[in-house]
């Protein structure tokens, strides 16, 4: 089978940053089904992973977390899917990413596509729309089914345009809660508006003060999505006493927990990997989450981010798609398809 990826860490523009080799095609064991892979989206992930590739590996590595594509062949342990299936998933961190014609993937982390979308709209939806599930429905411990109950309390989303931002305004917006978002340009403050947000800040500038004149002196809940540490001592002054922040970037000083001690507010993380890379017994919760993604999905309650698709997935439009997520302006999400 076909597959791209990379044996060194060169600038994107750089023709040999990514490379198309052979090989075999793999056969599904277990709980995994083999996908062929239809489309797939480029993630602040496989950027951070590429660029931080120190050595030259022997053997080409291939990244690539979301894809749509078409169930192959299954393992003897597979009970949700069947081959012809359409899937949606974003995998594990922990093996070959799904920039390859065939795909293996555990059956417990994938769902069944949408059938009301193109291949890109799907393709741009499952990494983002897990990550944002999981922090405001996991972590944050919030609940989708109880809008009432949600009702009036304040999310303050920090990177309301960028992929996860864009599904979980939507969400949280869809979950009932009152949602601040932060975005920096015309463009994505219209983008943000658009998607569910109720007041959007700038994070160019100190959003305590802008969060404060829209009446709020705290909020409820913050979902951090650019940089913990630039944005830290807002988090610590917005934060209502027992709040909860959940923050899904790295860190890359130490952040001083100290802080939030008086308002004995939450601290959690997010990683979207976490069920899979540790195999834990909940990790079919990916499964059930994408399934309730795709009904939202399908009645138009939520929407695909997708804002750029680059057709095929070929080692040129993986490195324009990378090109554009190293910027950090992306708006939604960017698609590579095999479909138009
Ligand atoms: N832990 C996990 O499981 C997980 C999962 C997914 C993503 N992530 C991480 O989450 C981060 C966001 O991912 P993404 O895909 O949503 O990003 P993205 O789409 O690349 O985000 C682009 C957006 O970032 C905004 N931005 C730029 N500088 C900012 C700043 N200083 N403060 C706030 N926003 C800023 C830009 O808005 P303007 O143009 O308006 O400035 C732009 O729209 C990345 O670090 C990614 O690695 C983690």
């Known amino acids: 089978m076909r597959a791209i990826g990379f044996t060194q860490n060169l600038p994107i ?8 080799f052979f090989e075999p095609k793999p056969t599904p064991t277990g709980h995994d089904i083999l996908v062929k ?50 899937v949606f998933y974003a995998g594990s961190f922990k093996r070959p990413g799904t920039d390859s014609e065939y795909h293996l993937v555990d059956e417990r982390l994938v769902g069944h596509a949408p059938t009301r979308l193109t291949a890109a709209e799907i393709a741009a939806v499952p990494l983002t729309s897990l990550t944002a599930w999981e922090a405001l429905f996991e972590q944050m411990h919030l609940s989708f089914d109880a809008p009432a109950a949600n009702a009036g309390k304040i999310l303050l989303v920090i990177n309301g345009a960028g992929g996860v931002g864009s599904m979980a305004t939507q969400l949280a917006h869809l979950a009932g809660l009152t949602v601040i978002a932060t975005a920096s340009r015309p463009e994505t403050i219209a983008w943000t508006k658009d998607h569910g947000a109720d007041a959007v800040v700038n994070h160019r500038q100190d959003l305590v003060p802008q969060v404060q004149a829209l009446g709020y002196p705290t909020v409820d809940y913050i979902l951090e999505l650019s940089n913990l540490n630039q944005h830290w001592a807002e988090i610590v002054s917005l934060i209502a ?20 001690k008086q308002k004995r507010a939450t601290f959690a993380w997010e990683w979207m990997y976490t069920k899979s890379f540790f195999e834990t017994p909940d990790m079919i919760t990916q499964h059930d989450i994408l399934e309730r993604v795709r009904g939202l999905l399908d009645t138009g ?14 080692p040129a439009n993986l490195r324009a798609a990378h090109a554009l997520v190293e910027t950090n302006r992306m708006i939604g999400k960017v698609v590579l398809t095999n479909e138009k």
Request: glycine share 8%; proline share 7%; charged share 20%.
């Open 241 to 260: 006493p027992s709040g909860t922040v959940v923050s899904v970037t790295g860190s890359d000083t130490p952040i001083d927990l100290r802080a939030l």
């Open 301 to 314: 309650k939520l929407k695909s981010t997708l804002t750029k698709t680059f057709t095929p997935i070929n």
């Open 13 to 20: 523009a750089d023709e040999k940053s990514f490379i198309e």
């Open 37 to 86: 892979v239809i489309a797939t989206s480029v993630n602040p992930v496989d950027t951070g992973v590429r660029r931080g590739t120190v050595q030259t590996l022997s053997t080409p590595k291939v990244i690539g977390w979301d894809a749509y594509g078409v169930v192959d062949t299954v393992g003897e342990a597979v009970t949700l899917f069947h081959p012809g299936d359409r």
